[in-house]
């Protein structure tokens, strides 16, 4: 009975198949799940490493180094290594801890933009040197303006390039109390305008008289009116020499408030025109100035109700 019971016992064969994935499974998921979480955190630190100061980056780099030495004492990257009170930084004002490097990198900064306005004055200043130059050149080589040399004298000021155009008793810019430009004159004033056209910066002109009192038919005319209309006269001479119009700034008689002479009030040199390149600097003042009058302007009275 026995024997009988094992003939009858099942036999089992497996089977292998050839070929195919054989026995990995999904292993590999998992590996590459890994690498593109590792991409992912390296794009993402170099992401935050670009859009961090430089300041902040020499903190970190300092903190792997020695960990322990910036925790324990301060430094770079934990506050400051100069700093009063630990992992207070600089600026003993700050409620919340260090003073990171960023923001005294953002002080560094300021001072390059000053230091950039700086550098756009002087080559500034060297321009006008060169325009200076230039309008001496020009005299020399013209006969007739080689003539009027001793009467026009250049120099720098803080406001820019002056040129002024004096008055010799023989050879007046204008005759006595008129506003009409001499002949002679006229080709000196047509020439700077040429030459003024030729770089960018504005111009103000200025009318000046001498001391003595001036008396004229018309009623309440006076040497402020004859300064201000000899710089008036100049200006059109210059912009038909081809000084664009847009370029005047300022044109205004000063009448003998600011004599070249001093010592002698009533001297022809007093009576002259000064033509001034203005720099930047000036040309921001005298803006600023009109926008302040502007907004200091009272509102125009309102229009009374017709009757």
Same mark, same amino acid.
């Given at each position: 009975?026995?024997?009988?019971?094992?003939?009858?016992?099942?036999?089992?064969?497996?089977?292998?198949?050839?070929?195919?994935?054989?026995?990995?499974?999904?292993?590999?998921?998992?590996?590459?799940?890994?690498?593109?979480?590792?991409?992912?955190?390296?794009?993402?630190?170099?992401?935050?490493?670009?859009?961090?100061?430089?300041?902040?980056?020499?903190?970190?780099?300092?903190?792997?180094?020695?960990?322990?030495?910036?925790?324990?004492?301060?430094?770079?990257?934990?506050?400051?290594?100069?700093?009063?009170?630990?992992?207070?930084?600089?600026?003993?004002?700050?409620?919340?801890?260090?003073?990171?490097?960023?923001?005294?990198?953002?002080?560094?900064?300021?001072?390059?933009?000053?230091?950039?306005?700086?550098?756009?004055?002087?080559?500034?200043?060297?321009?006008?040197?060169?325009?200076?130059?230039?309008?001496?050149?020009?005299?020399?080589?013209?006969?007739?303006?080689?003539?009027?040399?001793?009467?026009?004298?250049?120099?720098?000021?803080?406001?820019?390039?002056?040129?002024?155009?004096?008055?010799?008793?023989?050879?007046?810019?204008?005759?006595?109390?008129?506003?009409?430009?001499?002949?002679?004159?006229? !080709?000196?004033?047509? !020439?700077?305008?040429?030459?003024?056209?030729?770089?960018?910066?504005?111009?103000?002109?200025?009318?000046?008289?001498?001391?003595?009192?001036?008396?004229?038919? !018309?009623?309440?005319?006076?040497?402020?009116?004859?300064?201000?209309?000899?710089?008036?006269?100049?200006?059109?001479?210059?912009?038909?020499?081809?000084?664009?119009?847009?370029?005047?700034?300022?044109?205004?008689?000063?009448?003998?408030?600011?004599?070249?002479?001093?010592?002698?009030?009533?001297?022809?040199?007093?009576?002259?025109?000064?033509?001034?390149?203005?720099?930047?600097?000036?040309?921001?003042?005298?803006?600023?100035?009109?926008?302040?009058?502007?907004?200091?302007?009272?509102?125009?009275?309102?229009?009374?109700?017709?009757?």
């Amino acid at each position: 009975m026995a024997g009988d019971t094992k003939k009858l016992q099942p036999i089992i064969v497996k089977k292998v198949k050839k070929g195919g994935h054989g026995a990995h499974g999904g292993a590999w998921k998992i590996a590459y799940a890994d690498f593109v979480t590792a991409m992912m955190a390296f794009f993402l630190l170099m992401w935050l490493l670009g859009s961090t100061t430089e300041g902040d980056r020499k903190g970190i780099a300092d903190y792997f180094s020695s960990p322990l030495k910036i925790a324990m004492l301060g430094g770079s990257g934990a506050g400051d290594a100069s700093s009063v009170v630990k992992g207070g930084g600089k600026d003993l004002t700050r409620q919340d801890g260090q003073v990171k490097d960023g923001d005294i990198e953002a002080a560094k900064r300021l001072y390059n933009l000053k230091a950039l306005k700086e550098e756009q004055r002087r080559a500034e200043r060297s321009r006008l040197q060169e325009l200076k130059q230039k309008v001496e050149e020009k005299i020399k080589l013209s006969p007739a303006l080689s003539a009027l040399g001793g009467q026009i004298k250049l120099d720098m000021t803080k406001e820019g390039l002056r040129i002024q155009i004096v008055d010799e008793g023989n050879r007046p810019m204008f005759d006595s109390g008129s506003a009409v430009v001499k002949p002679y004159m006229r !080709e000196l004033l047509q !020439e700077l305008g040429a030459v003024l056209a030729e770089v960018p910066n504005r111009l103000t002109v200025e009318g000046h008289t001498d001391a003595k009192p001036f008396s004229a038919g !018309e009623r309440g005319y006076s040497n402020w009116e004859l300064s201000a209309d000899r710089a008036n006269a100049s200006r059109r001479e210059m912009v038909a020499g081809g000084l664009p119009e847009a370029r005047m700034l300022r044109v205004q008689g000063l009448a003998s408030s600011k004599l070249l002479d001093t010592q002698a009030p009533e001297s022809p040199a007093n009576r002259r025109i000064s033509i001034i390149v203005m720099n930047r600097d000036a040309e921001d003042a005298v803006l600023k100035n009109l926008g302040d009058e502007d907004e200091a302007a009272p509102p125009a009275p309102a229009a009374s109700p017709p009757a």
